[in-house]
Structures are given as structure tokens and as C-alpha cells.
């Protein structure tokens, strides 16, 4: 019995050394200690960051773009993230990219997420207006958090307020759109990484910008009404306005600032005289010409009929 016991042993030893030299860890050896890599490193003095950035889309692992798993902290900060940490730490110490620092260029930070963000909505960043105006990515969007403020519907508009103090004013307005409500967002209309249209307009223009949500609007019509066909921010302020339907004015002094009433006298008003009667009734422009975006109403006898039903 003795013997037996002895042979097996000598076998298994024997079969241990084998693995040894073919390169095989044998299972009851003990593993070797990893080495400390560089996040952990990053972790010892920025550990409230490196715990934030592991709940965050950039610290999720079963993404393979993400840069958790591109390099860690480096993918971002840049090489010069370990001569930071090599010589100490330190506000200034090193070639680290701080994306809340100020003393770090703009372009030197979109550069690091342009890395990896520069296709869709982004194609457009390099000539748009925040691009020019040095507006880094980290001064709307947080990196480091489970929720981006700035990509959430109710909350986007404060991001947007921070700088556009005047559409802050305007959003408070009685006639506005539902901003507040969360049901719209600003990068419902404009695209804040550039576009090819003006005021960084979703669409082509404002009008196919408007058409994506008002597309009775849209026609085509028998007779359109040209100011609606140029640009609808003639008559309207998306923003926010104290007249009603976002008109920049009440009517009839808005459609007076094109039309000079020669048909409808602007003296005070009677029910007896025909070239008064419009303003006569709640002085509406609306009451009788109902349609004034366009209308498919084939009588052209005089003025007064057009954009009517």
C-alpha cells in the first residue's frame, strides 16, 4: 500500500515538472500577482472620478469602443497622465489633459473626444459656431456620471440657459414651446455640434426644422403666402412671446408691418363701413383671412378673398 502511494506521488511530481517546462500552469500552483495598472494608479488620489466613471457609459466593459477598455484614464487624458502621476500629482504637474481645467485649450479637449465622437451629428463640429467660440465638450456634457445632464429632454435646456441668457428670458413667456415640460428639447431644432444651416438648425432650414413637427404647414398650397414660405421666424419666435401662437406681435399690427391697410382703413372701426368691418370685429386680421399660411381656395376676385377657406 505503501509503495502504490509512493509511485502516484512520484507521477504527479513527475507530470508537474512536465507542464513546467511546456509552458502549462499547473493547477495547484499559486498565480502570480498582477501588475498595478495604470487606473489604479489614477484611483489612488482621483478615486471619487474613477468610481463615477465605471457607472457611466465610458466605463462600461461589454463595450469595446468604450475607453475603459481603449487604455483607461490614458485614452482620454492623454500619455502625459502618467508623467502626472510618476512625478507626484499635482494641479500643473505633467502633460495631463484636465478637462475642467483652464489653463487646457478647447481644442486640446474636443481633440481628445473627437477621437472616438466624430461622426453623425458631430461631422459639422470643426466650423460650427461653438467650435469657434472655444466651447469645449466638457463645458456642456459630463463625462463622469452615470446621466448626462445635457442628453436628458427635461434638464437640456439648462445647459443651453448657461450661456443663451436671452431664450432663458424668452422660455418663461405666455406662448412658448413646451421646454420646461421636458416634450421639447433644444437639439430638437438645432444640432449644438454645427450643421450646414443657419443657426445650427437641424434641417436644411428653419422652415423644414418647423415642418418636422407643424407639416400641415407644409402644403403645397393653391396660394402660399410668402413670408411663410421664406422663413417662419418673420412672424414667429420659437422661443417664447407674450402675443399669442408665438407671433411676434398682435395682430393686425403684426400683418401691418407688411401690409399697409389701404383696404382696411387703420381709423377706429365701424359696423356700417365696409372698408372698416375687419377691425371692427376683435380687430382680428385671423376673422376673415383664416387660412394665412395657405390656402387652396381657387377665388382671386379681389384681396380680401385670399387665404380664405
Known sequence: ???GTRTLLLRVITLGGLLVLAGVQPLFAQPTPAKESSDQVCKGCHEPF????TVSKHGTKADARAPVNQGGCVACHGAGALEHAGKGGGKGVGGVIGFNSKTVSADVKNGACMTCHQSGKRIHWATSTHASRDVSC????Q????????????????TCFACHKEQRVQIDRPSRHPIRE???ACSDCHNPHGSASPKMMVRDNVNDTCYTCH???RGPFVRTHQPVQEDCSICHNPHG??????????QPFLCQQCHEPTSHRG???SLTGTGTTPNAIARGCLNCHTNIHGTNNPANISNERTFRR
Do not use: I, W, Y
Open 241 to 250: 412671446t407674450v402675443a399669442p401662437n408665438l407671433l411676434k406681435a398682435r
Open 215 to 217: 407639416m400641415e404647414k
Open 138 to 141: 466638457s463645458s456642456c456634457h
Open 182 to 184: 421636458g416634450l421639447v
Open 50 to 53: 474613477f468610481n463615477s466613471l
Open 267 to 269: 381709423n377706429v372701426g
Open 1 to 3: 500500500m505503501v509503495s
Open 143 to 158: 463625462v463622469h456620471a452615470p446621466h448626462d445632464r445635457t442628453r436628458d429632454k427635461l434638464t437640456q435646456s439648462e
